[in-house]
């Protein structure tokens, strides 16, 4: 036991020697040197190495700027097209006017009644973030309710980005179906 014990230690002093003489022997001008090439790159020096890759580089506020000027580009189509369909429903509907004239009034009361809301769905929402905005539109109540039965029915990871028309009197399958 006191030959292996001593064969231990001796190892032990062999191997901090050799780790001391590495140490005390290497070069600084090398660890220098590479300290150097690994310093970090500024704001501007990463910018510019990025652009040169081909990437395009926004700061926060530039992003901000451009998807607010796609969501009002998309609401002024929607809002543009859902325009023109009114108006081609209205003119087909002139030479039958007095016929359906009760019944256009009555669907002119449920439209006035149901609230529509523009859903911007952009990649990366969530069924979170999708049910804060349909809140936020006065569309659904309860956002755990809304999230619950998205995760039920499996699609949480099926939203497909875009601009939705979504109106007060939807139910929650009607969202899901026009939204996936």
Same mark, same amino acid.
């Given at each position: ?32 040197? +590479?300290? =150097?090439? &690994? /310093?970090?790159?500024?704001?501007? $020096?990463?910018? !510019?190495?990025?652009?040169? @890759? #081909? ?48 019944? +256009?009034? =009555?669907? &002119? /009361?449920?439209?006035?009644?149901? $609230?529509?809301? !523009?859903?911007?769905?952009? @990649? #990366? ?56």
């Amino acid at each position: 036991m006191a030959n292996s014990l001593r064969s231990f230690s001796v190892g032990l002093i062999v191997a901090s020697v050799a780790c001391g003489v590495v140490y005390y022997t290497s070069s600084n001008d090398q660890l220098t040197d +590479q300290a =150097e090439a &690994e /310093a970090p790159l500024t704001d501007d $020096e990463m910018i !510019l190495q990025l652009e040169d @890759n #081909g990437y395009l580089v926004r700061n926060s506020e530039e992003w901000e700027a451009e998807v607010n000027t796609v969501i009002d580009t998309t609401r002024q189509e929607v809002e543009a097209e859902f325009a023109e369909v009114e108006e081609e429903e209205a003119t087909e509907d002139e030479p039958e006017e007095e016929e359906n004239e009760e019944e +256009q009034e =009555e669907q &002119e /009361a449920e439209n006035e009644s149901e $609230e529509v809301f !523009l859903l911007i769905i952009r @990649n #990366g929402m969530t069924s979170f973030d999708v049910a804060d905005e349909l809140i936020r539109g006065n569309i659904i109540d309860n956002k755990r309710e809304f999230v619950v039965q998205a995760e039920q029915q499996n699609l949480a990871g099926f939203l497909k980005p875009g601009a939705y028309e979504i109106t007060s009197g939807m139910t929650t399958a009607d969202i899901f179906a026009l939204i996936t």
